[in-house]
């Protein structure tokens, strides 16, 4: 076996041989030399001195925590830097032998095409059709081209049956192959996906990836930046960029990634995590929810619905017939297919939103007859975006805005703060403003925000979506750890999130309970799982082959030392 | 994302049997025809025009509820705090007719409050009430019964440039988006216990105690207009004339409804120029007090 740092000399030494072959050649796609830059107004360089290559054909995956450069190296090799983003940048981008800052905007857009991570930021149009051919109307082209390059883009993704729609009416998974379809239309020859599989579930994220595949097969280059690796890895990218730091780290094949960087930092099949983590110690083993005693387990519901429907409009239903309760020590995770539901159920249990049928209890209350504020104070809610919560000039008074609305003392309150900072690792942000953070932070004060409320059971949106792994595993450790609740329910389309943490499971299916039960019964079900547009992972089919070893699932690091 | 309004196309109705251009146009003529007038007979045909649109959209009463109440309300509102205070018709008449005459029993630092009750200002208020009523019942049938996809295009066709006009399409659709991100600030306050009819204290207090709406709210409006532009620049908007995809085409009865859009238009400023339709009080009324 070859030891890590010959591995390490030799892929350094690729790279080399990558740049010296990249300045002898002008027919590549895409040559990075010796890039940096620097925003106008942060201190230290974003990315420091990358050189790279990309191929045609070829899938370049780039992998890094939040904050380490991938998405200001995007914004570089598609003209945004230095165009919208100002800053100090050096180094060169060359595409197909041209230097791209001599290019205008409409020049890089028809051999770039970027497709940005929530494709609700990229659309623009009403109707799919005039989504897709906004770039091509831009370029001046003729009606019947357009047409005809709208039909190819849409019929190539499959989703020609989506033509007539309007934009804002479909789900997740469709909005993000009609940016795509938007993009391939201008027939760039270099694709740009940063994070594209964020915001959709696993089967839509993997109609994705095999879409992207198929590019690479047609001989597109693609780069794609995202969090979700070993997902990106079922589609066999010639090559993985790992960056840290504003640098990159590692360049090289796939094989190579998982013995170069610390599987804590970077979400890898769960066997290679497993072959890796035998060489560490074991795991400490989390308490979850250690304030809730077996005295507790048995009584009253904490949250029940009873027949639950609901609709927006008068003659939609969007839940039909909900019925559970929510009961003391339960850590549930919710899973579904993007707009299954899954929020509006949750919305119920906080009394955002009232049923149409059926009733709501929560501590035994009637939501219909107890306002939010009160109910808040029960059950704390972590909104999916935080932008639409953050609002103080200081993380600190962010923090302070919940307890102190909800009367506790002085002391508690900075109490509560300094202990929801330290669970989401921003204790030296106290004095910040939210709004200046990365988005991964924010996301972070928002969950502290609730945190710091105390409430008796905590509800997550997505509380992983656009969060790197190490951060997401060490606040999902911490918040079970936590003594002040006495449930947990979070959504997510993180099918090894659910397996991990929860010890019940929920499968929402167009308004819908489809299944309820221990992870366990739920997630082996492979069948019903595919039904509900939900993927098995590697560390899901490892956890269910030593089930009957272990009696319950466990993390990939845990199954090292069974 | 920007959403849209929520637009449909209803059977039978008479604003969707046109071209939206023709309809825009005959829409701004009906609007600023109505604006030039305060003479209550004047304003009429208007009123009627605007209930024969209104009657005749297939708009929904449930689907316009709120919002006619609420613009209905405010029109009220003003129309009798006008009548009250008797402020803001002094512009159109010089002489008042009094019916009667209200004195509060108290003082207040040597100030007695005093009703008037007059002719003009009773004309005033109806007179203020049909005008503002029949522009609002026009304005609000019109995201109702525009279809969204051809606002850019409309605009473009209206004679204005390429990025007026796309400017103008993502205008109208960024109020309803402005709507949906208020109310989701304000259920992701209220889930931290923030009850905004609870608010209290002073005047400034009370506005310093929005900022937990107000704020959010706008960095999120600012956030997504720098998404749309990077989403525009990133496909090469306004790089040169653009094509657009959807066409227009004007029918028989597209250019009838503007013929008549623009004949009540110059009908109009010709009565204006003749002295015509300026605030009108019955003279017999006026006889009596």
Known sequence: MIPDWINIVLDSLRLRIDNINAMASTSLPLVVDNLSFRYRDRQGAAIHNLSFTVNAGEVLLIAGASGCGKTTLVRCINGLIPRSYKGEMSGKILVFGGEVKDWKLSQISQKIGTVLQDPERQILGTKVVNEVAFGLENLGMPRGEIFSRVDESLNFLKISHLRNRDTFSLSGGEKQKVALAGILAMRPSIILLDEPLASLDPASAQDTLDAVRLLADQG???????????????????????????????????????????????????????????????????????????????????????????????????????????????????????????????????????????????????????????????????????????????????????PTNMKHTKEQIELEVKEALKIVNLSDKEKDPPLALSFGQQKRVSIAAILAM???????????????????????DSIL????????????????????????????????????????????????????????????????????????FMRAEALAHI | MLVAWRYRIRENSFIQSFDPRAWVIFYLCCLVSTLSFWDVRFLLPFFVIAMFVLLTSGVQWHEIRRAFLFIVGFVFFFAILTFLTGRGGTEVYKQEHLIREFRASFSLLGWTPVLKITVE?????????????????????????????????????????????????????????????????????????????????????????????????????????????????????????????????????????????????????????????????????????
Request: overall charge neutral.
């Open chain 2, 121 to 289: 200002r009773a004309f005033f208020a109806i007179s203020q009430l049909v005008r503002v009523t029949s522009i609002a019942v026009m304005t609000i049938l019109i995201p109702y019964s525009l279809n969204p996809a051809y606002y850019g295009i409309t605009f473009k066709g209206l004679g204005l440039p390429d990025k007026f006009a796309y400017a103008m399409d993502l205008t109208m659709r960024f109020i309803p988006t402005f709507g949906r991100d208020f109310q989701l600030t304000m259920d992701a306050q209220r889930a931290r216990g923030y009850e905004l009819e609870k608010i209290s204290g002073g005047l400034i207090a009370q506005v310093r105690k929005l900022g937990p709406i107000f704020v959010p709210v706008t960095i999120h409006a600012i956030i997504g207009s720098e998404d749309i532009i990077d989403a525009m620049d990133l496909r090469a908007f306004g790089v040169g004339p653009r094509t657009w995809l959807d066409v227009l085409t004007y029918q028989t009865r597209d250019r009838i409804l503007i013929a008549v859009g623009v004949a009540i238009l110059s009908a109009s400023i010709v009565v204006g120029f003749m002295g015509y339709g300026k605030f009108w009080v019955p003279e017999a009324l006026m006889g009596m007090f």
């Open chain 1, 481 to 552: 750890q936590m003594p002040a609740f006495e449930a947990i329910i979070f959504i997510t389309h993180d099918v090894d999130l659910a397996a991990i943490y929860a010890n019940r499971v929920l499968i929402i299916a167009d308004g819908r309970l489809i299944a309820d039960g221990k992870p366990q019964d739920v997630l082996r079900d492979f069948d019903r799982l595919k039904a509900n547009r939900i993927i098995p992972t590697s560390l899901l089919a490892l956890n269910l082959k030593r089930l009957s070893t272990t009696g319950r």
């Open chain 1, 220 to 402: 597109l280059s693609i780069l794609m930046v995202e969090h979700r690796v070993e997902d990106v890895l079922r589609i066999k990218p010639e090559r993985v960029m790992f960056m840290s730091e504003g640098e990159i780290r590692y360049l090289g094949d796939v094989s190579g990634l998982s013995k170069v960087v610390n599987y804590r930092e970077v979400k890898l099949p769960a066997e290679d995590i497993v072959e890796r983590a035998k060489l560490d110690p074991p795991p400490v083993e989390i308490k979850v929810l250690p304030g809730v005693t077996s005295s507790h387990s048995s009584g009253e519901a904490l949250v029940k619905f009873e027949n639950v429907a609901f609709g927006y409009e008068s003659e939609v239903e969007i839940l039909h017939g909900i019925n559970l309760q929510i009961n003391r020590g339960d850590v549930i995770a919710v899973l579904g297919p993007n707009g299954a539901g899954k929020t509006t159920f949750v919305k119920h249990a906080i009394g955002l939103l009232k049923p149409k049928s059926g009733k709501v209890f929560v501590g035994g209350r009637d939501t219909t007859e107890a306002s939010v504020a009160e109910i808040a104070s029960m059950l704390g809610y972590v909104f999916q975006s935080p932008s639409h919560m953050l609002f103080a000039p200081t993380v600190r008074e962010e923090l302070a805005f919940g």
């Open chain 1, 454 to 476: 105390r409430s008796r059971i905590l509800v997550m949106d997505e509380p992983t979506a656009g969060q790197d792994y190490q951060n997401y595993m060490n606040f999902m």
